[in-house]
């Protein structure tokens, strides 16, 4: 065997354990529901990097109870400075003078007939045995709820271009599919690479290779407003996306830096008002925020164009004195189909750039006809920074309750939505208490229409004895919980106590709140922005701020029967995503009884059968919903 002149995976492991930097696992992990968000989380909870290790997991099961006879690593290689350089080779102060090095003295490749590593190789037949095809890999499930299956994160690959036999070898994440099949995006990956630098000719080369027909992309499917002949509340333009403008207030102070994503930072400041406009893609998706690269805004020269086209971004902010800001926003208000507000307040680990983001992803798939607006408090914009946020949500409630007498005084809105997120939640509480307190007790009935909290991060007797004196200044009460948000379990360690926004045995229940338990809405790894990140929980939204309805009324909604007068509500979200429900719901907000009539028109109408099966869902879903329709809307929360 020719001699090494580096670290296998063993020694390199040996290396780690012996520096403190592993940890094995010998406990039984599920890979599909465990293993990824166990070590996620040393990195989105606030350990710093220092403290941050590779995990050795020894006994690997899966969500079937299979076991397997191989332990899985996870975090080995660049968890931490240290682990990255321990792997390379070098002390971590010349991490980039080894990179430098090894990218000025290229070393040629050498054939190798005797190599330093152990070679399985099952072939034919063989491979359709049980555990003898990828399948008996024990592959991770990255991202559970999101991630339709395992996926290899790096899997090394040869290719073989089809027009000019030119092979390649390249690293992909790759699907596991069966147990003989792995999906990858080869040629699409390059494909979007060559678009982002807006490269016309790799992209013909890239079509050609495909050869598959042009994908679906949101617009493809004739909307409501095809139909009427009027234009959707955010019409997309001929550079491929929408502009949507959001009235915002925030105690943030201004960075210095012009550029929109940086132009508000960290630090407290005054009340500060103004305007942003953030663009969404054609080919956006429902409930997904389609963020761009930092790659990308580092390694390319992108074509702002471009970007618009293929991400959420948010493109401008206009800040105004307190009288500019109310007049544009009253005239707005004047102009809008439906003189509605909605107010939204993020939660922690929130930028400015993000809160406005998202506020504009939830106006455009609400088809919000209304005015979107945000409150951004000074988030640090940080996992690590959690206790910052506490103290800034803290001395921000008072200023979002200043800047809710404005709007409630003065933007001539006839109905103003309130929805917080997160930590976000008791900024929204304290504005509430100090709002109401300035009026008198006949003066604060009804003066909201819809107020949701949504996972608050909240302590769950405060919130309780805190809803309770906020019930009646709202037309209906709602709270999002959820037994599968892991932030809110961490918050509740670091607490001592339960968090308003955690479902199970602990779950909210009050006279004048509606309490919805979505613990079965797949969100991200942390399971905690499921009420804007899945359609069937933004076509609830949508029908609470559109009708108001209770729970009864609203689609997959069911409960427990256990005799206590106090009901929690159970939503299936699966019953309710989907594009087809929001163009329902957005057909029937438009045309009410006649929705049906003008659906099946449509159907007539077309010729192509891809589009007729789309509208036929449409249809099929508006039979489902025209019995709740049919029922009186809004109400006070039961």
């Known amino acids: 065997m020719e001699h090494r002149t580096y670290s296998d995976l063993h020694a390199h492991i040996a290396a780690l354990e012996k520096n403190g930097l592993l940890l094995r696992v010998k406990r ?4 599909d529901t465990e293993m990824h968000a166990l070590v996620r989380w040393q ?218 994503a940086q132009f508000y930072g960290q630090a407290r400041a005054d009340l500060q008002y103004g305007y942003l406009e953030v663009t969404i893609p054609r080919t956006h998706q429902e409930a997904q925020l389609e963020t761009q690269p930092r790659w990308v805004e580092y390694t390319f020269a992108a074509d702002q164009a471009a970007m618009r086209a293929q991400y959420v971004l948010l493109d401008k902010v206009m800040p105004l004195d307190k009288s500019e800001f109310v007049r544009a926003l009253h005239q707005q208000v004047g102009e809008s189909r439906f003189k509605d507000i909605f107010i939204f307040v993020h939660g922690f680990n929130n930028t400015f ?114 809803i309770q004196s906020l019930a009646q200044a709202a037309e209906r009460v709602t709270l999002y919980a959820s037994d599968n948000d892991y932030a809110l379990r961490s918050s509740q360690f670091l607490h001592g106590a339960p968090r308003a926004g955690t479902a199970g045995d602990v779950i909210v229940k009050l006279t004048g709140l509606d309490s919805i338990d979505m613990s079965s809405v797949p969100a991200d790894a942390l399971g905690h922005s499921y009420f804007a990140a899945n359609s069937g929980a933004i076509y609830d939204i949508f029908r609470l701020l559109w009708r108001g309805d209770p729970p009864p009324q609203r689609c997959g909604m069911t409960h427990p029967k256990t005799g206590n007068t106090l009901t929690v509500w159970w939503f299936n979200a699966d019953a309710c995503k989907g594009d087809d429900m929001l163009t329902a719901g957005v057909m029937l907000k438009r045309f009410g009884d ?36 049919a029922q009186p809307n809004g109400g006070a929360s039961k």
């Open 28 to 31: 039984p992990i599920n890979k």
């Open 43 to 260: 990195f989105r909870g606030g350990i710093p990097e220092s403290e941050r290790k590779g995990f050795l997991f020894e006994n690997v099961t899966d969500s079937t109870g299979r076991r397997y006879d191989m332990p899985v690593a996870v975090g080995i290689l660049a968890s931490n400075r240290e682990i990255y350089s321990i792997g390379i080779g070098c002390k971590v102060e010349d991490i980039k003078k080894s990179w430098d090095r090894a990218e000025q003295q290229q070393i040629e490749p050498v054939l190798v007939h005797n190599p330093a590593c152990q070679e399985i190789v099952v072939e034919g037949d063989a491979l359709n045995e049980p555990g003898n095809g990828v399948d008996g890999l024990p592959i991770p499930i990255s991202t559970p709820g999101f991630d339709a299956g395992p996926y290899l994160t790096a899997t090394c690959v040869i290719t073989r271009d089809p027009d000019t036999a030119i092979q390649n070898i390249g690293t992909y994440r790759a699907h596991l599919k069966a147990p003989t099949r792995l999906g990858m995006m080869t040629l699409a990956k390059l494909r979007a690479l060559y678009l982002t630098t807006n490269n016309s000719d790799g992209i013909a080369r890239m079509d050609a290779q495909l050869k598959l027909p042009a994908a679906p992309v949101r617009g493809s499917l004739p909307r409501p407003i095809d139909i009427a002949g009027k234009e959707r509340r955010y019409k997309q333009n001929d550079q491929g996306f929408a502009t949507v403008r959001v009235y915002y207030g925030t105690n943030r102070a201004p960075s210095g830096d012009a550029k929109p």
């Open 353 to 466: 750039e993000d809160a406005a983001r998202r506020t504009a992803q939830m106006a455009y798939d609400l088809d919000f006809d209304g005015t979107p607006m945000l409150y951004s408090w000074p988030s640090q914009g940080s996992a690590t920074a959690y206790a910052v946020d506490e103290a800034a949500v803290g001395i921000s409630g008072r200023r979002l309750a200043d800047f809710l007498e404005t709007v409630v005084a003065q933007s001539g809105a006839q109905r103003i939505h309130l929805i917080a997120h997160s930590m976000g939640n008791r900024a929204l509480i304290e504005a509430l208490q100090t709002y109401l307190a300035k009026r008198a007790p006949e003066n604060r009935q009804h003066i909201f229409g819809q107020i949701v909290f949504t996972a608050p991060d909240v302590d769950r007797d405060y919130f309780s004895d805190a």
């Open 594 to 629: 006649l929705a049906k009539q003008q659906v099946q028109a449509k159907i007539a109408a077309l010729t192509d059968p891809n589009q007729q099966q789309e509208w036929k869902l449409v249809l099929t879903r508006l039979d489902g919903l025209l019995p709740s329709i």
